[in-house]
């Protein structure tokens, strides 16, 4: 009765059926993934901080595309978008946690909303920041 986010460690359910009035209650709705350790697939960069490399910049925008997939699955393909600045490299083995919130809905379309979405280590220190926003109708 409810879209779950993908993976156990999602911290809210977000109703799937969404009419407008639903999207106004939406708004402040904060959620999360993670912890996740910071891996690169690829060896990572040679640039080194603190004796440990940095894991790629695409690794926080693949974790916030991920959480954003999650949530509104195929609408995300369609109309989604997502603009990330990176304030700060992730150490290679260090932990990263993907959070968003619901800022507002579109005045022009009733079904899109626009989110706040960040990155940030185990420290609270912000990452990366961004903006998205996405159709939640299904």
Same mark, same amino acid.
């Given at each position: @009765? =409810?879209? &779950?986010?993908?993976?156990?460690? !999602? ?7 969404? @009419?407008? /009035? ?7 709705? *904060?959620? /999360? #993934? =993670?912890?996740? $350790? +910071? !891996?690169?697939?690829? =060896? +990572?960069? %040679?640039?080194?901080? @603190? /004796? #440990?490399?940095?894991?790629?910049? !695409?690794? &926080? ?11 509104? $699955? ?6 989604? $978008?997502?603009?990330? #600045?990176?304030?700060?490299?992730? $150490?290679?083995? *260090? ?7 619901? !800022?507002?809905?579109? %005045? %022009?379309?009733? *079904? #899109?909303?626009?989110? /706040? ?22």
């Amino acid at each position: @009765n =409810g879209t &779950h986010w993908a993976g156990p460690d !999602i911290q809210k359910t977000i109703p799937k059926e969404v @009419n407008m /009035s639903d999207v106004v209650n939406l708004i402040g709705l *904060e959620i /999360s #993934r =993670g912890p996740m $350790q +910071g !891996i690169s697939a690829v =060896g +990572g960069s %040679d640039l080194a901080t @603190n /004796s #440990r490399p940095v894991v790629p910049n !695409i690794f &926080h925008f693949a974790q916030m595309t991920e959480l954003l997939v999650g949530q509104f $699955q195929q609408n995300w393909f369609t109309s989604g $978008q997502l603009s990330v #600045r990176y304030l700060k490299p992730l $150490q290679q083995g *260090e932990e990263l946690v993907i959070r968003a919130k619901v !800022i507002s809905y579109d %005045d %022009d379309n009733a *079904e #899109r909303v626009n989110l /706040s979405v960040w990155c940030e280590n185990m420290n609270g220190e912000l990452l990366a920041t961004g903006d998205a926003s996405c159709n939640w109708a299904l």
